[in-house]
């Protein structure tokens, strides 16, 4: 480093402490004021001493209290700014007169087991081989190949199979 860098970054460190002293407190209700919290303008205004203490300037500051108001009004600006663009997170206790949970409606409840129940009725009643390629495709997940090879039969029966199969289904599930 040159002499003129180690000068001017020994003098922000014997500095620093000096301003903290002298200008936190006009800091601190600047930001608590343009903030509108009290503990959101001390913890920005230890962040722009913080700031400081890790890059120090390269240059002395000519107008202290001015170089740190600038410095707490960009923050704010910077801080408003990411607020907004935040989502509001609201407790969902202030909704709970207001949101019905669908799933635990008892009639809906009711009529999914009633629709269910024919549904499955419907599987049982299907011919053997549709019912067969039926479980084998959804409930095991094979392919028409892999069941057309496990049941000795050609592709071609395995897809007639399973249309008939989700035809018949559909019929029962739309009535």
């Known amino acids: 480093m040159s002499d003129v860098t180690d000068s001017v970054t020994s003098s922000a460190e014997t500095l620093l402490p000096e301003l903290y002293r002298e200008h936190f407190g006009v800091v601190r209700t600047f930001l608590a004021r343009r903030l509108g919290c009290p503990e ?3 913890e ?3 962040d722009i ?11 002395p500051i000519v107008n202290p209290r001015g170089f740190l108001l ?3 009004h960009n923050l704010a600006v910077d801080l408003m700014r990411a607020q907004r663009i935040r ?3 609201e407790p969902i206790e202030d909704y709970e007169s207001v949101l019905v949970d669908p799933v635990s409606d008892p009639a809906r409840i009711a009529e999914a087991r ?5 549904l499955a009725n419907g599987i049982d009643t299907l011919p053997a081989r549709c019912r067969e390629v039926f479980f084998l495709h959804r409930f095991e997940g ?3 190949t ?14 007639a199979n399973f249309a008939r199969a989700i035809l018949y289904l559909r019929r029962l599930w739309s009535t």
Do not use: M, N, W, Y
């Open 146 to 159: 892999e069941i057309s090879f496990r049941l000795g039969i050609s592709v071609k029966a395995v897809e």
């Open 70 to 72: 600038r410095a707490a």
């Open 87 to 89: 989502p509001t997170i």
């Open 114 to 118: 009633q629709r269910l129940r024919v």
């Open 40 to 42: 959101a303008g001390r």
């Open 44 to 46: 920005a205004a230890q």
């Open 49 to 59: 001493f913080l700031r400081l203490l890790l890059h120090p300037l390269s240059v």
């Open 142 to 144: 094979l392919t028409q």
